[in-house]
């Protein structure tokens, strides 16, 4: 057993996290570099107008955003982040394939219509497969990756819990430079040496960095897939929804909580608080039955970290005038020599 412990220790920490970075930086130079210059691409390959341009690339980083999410899920409940990021990062490295081939194939091209969009067909298809599939793979990749490299480090432990906050920086570090290099070489290379090009070299860039994060696999400590944090906060809504006719106890130690004998691994108490008490009602115990269930009666914990969630939403909420702005600023600013599109648009 002391010999399984300590190989245990000898894995994570930042030798562990290079590979992280590796394929964090080089996926994020391609998709900063594709952001920023999609609006004309489509509008001058795939023959959109600069709402429909601007729109199509709003939608796409829309979802994408949201479909971490769908990322942070399956890595919590089914696979381990490790193999999360791989089925994504394979998923986004065949979309940049796909939109490779529609970028250099003049006949993956619609005729120029002058409406709105030209797509139809086959060739709409294909292009909004390709996609919304990078899309995905980027949404999954997103909600994984910095997790897979937290996960590296033991927060329980004074020098694990400083590593980890040192460990956020290096990773906004090494995207931000990406990114940097992405806005300067790759746009330079869609827009004087070919749209083709440009998302060849995303598609090479991420297939290194996930081949880089396959090698690391022995560095890794591997986090094994358990009950998600979207699945708790559900399960504490909806008791609360089906309790919201039923009294709170005077005392809150009434409240259901499992003591310490019964709590499974490193899960810590929260102690309860008075915000937010229409939560609380998702733990009181149910009168007919003494058997606790998960989507019948929550721990104070439980509640306690959807109320955390709660206090957090109007930092999140602020958060949506800014994008609104960098919406435009990734859209519309892009073709300032279009003089015409902002005539049609007044």
């Not at 008075?274 to 009666?297: E, G, H, M, Y």
């Amino acid at each position: 057993m002391g010999d399984k412990v300590a190989g245990i220790k000898q894995k994570g920490g930042f030798r562990a996290c290079t590979f992280v970075f590796v394929l964090s930086a080089l996926e994020n130079m391609g998709f900063i570099a594709n952001g920023i210059s999609m609006v004309l691409y489509f509008k001058n390959e795939m023959h959109f107008d600069i709402a429909g341009a601007s729109n199509t690339l709003t939608n796409f980083f829309g979802s994408t955003f949201l479909l971490c999410l769908v990322g942070g899920f399956i890595s919590d409940t089914y696979l381990s982040r490790f193999a999360t990021c791989l089925v994504f990062g394979t998923l986004e490295v065949l979309s940049l394939v796909m939109l490779t081939i529609q970028a250099y194939s003049k006949s993956l091209h619609p005729p120029d219509c002058g409406k709105s969009s030209c797509l139809k067909g086959a060739i709409a298809a294909y292009f909004y497969g390709s996609l919304y599939l990078y899309s995905l793979g980027c949404g999954g990749n997103r909600g994984t990756l910095p997790a897979l490299g937290a996960g590296q480090f033991d927060e329980n432990d004074p020098k694990g819990a400083k590593a980890l906050a040192s460990y956020f920086n290096f990773y906004l570090f090494a995207t931000t430079l990406a990114a940097m290099i992405g806005v300067t070489a790759i746009v330079y290379v869609f827009i004087d040496q070919g749209w083709w090009l440009g998302f060849l070299i995303s598609s090479v860039a991420t297939l290194i960095g996930l081949i880089a994060l396959a090698i690391g696999k022995p560095f890794y400590r591997i986090q094994q897939p358990g009950e998600s944090p979207l699945v708790r906060v559900a399960q504490v809504i909806v008791v609360a929804i089906k309790n919201r006719k039923l009294s709170l106890p005077d005392n809150p130690e009434e409240l259901y909580e499992i003591n310490k004998i019964e709590r499974v691994g490193t899960e810590e108490r929260i102690p309860h608080t008075n915000q937010f008490r229409c939560l609380d009602k998702a733990a009181i115990v149910p009168k007919d039955s003494t058997a606790a269930a998960p989507w019948r009666v929550c721990t104070v914990t439980q509640v306690e970290e959807v109320k955390i969630l709660a206090r957090m939403m109007p930092i999140l909420a602020s958060t949506i005038i800014m994008n609104t702005c960098l919406a435009q600023l990734q859209t519309l600013s892009d073709t300032p020599q279009e003089s015409h599109s902002f005539s049609a648009l007044a």
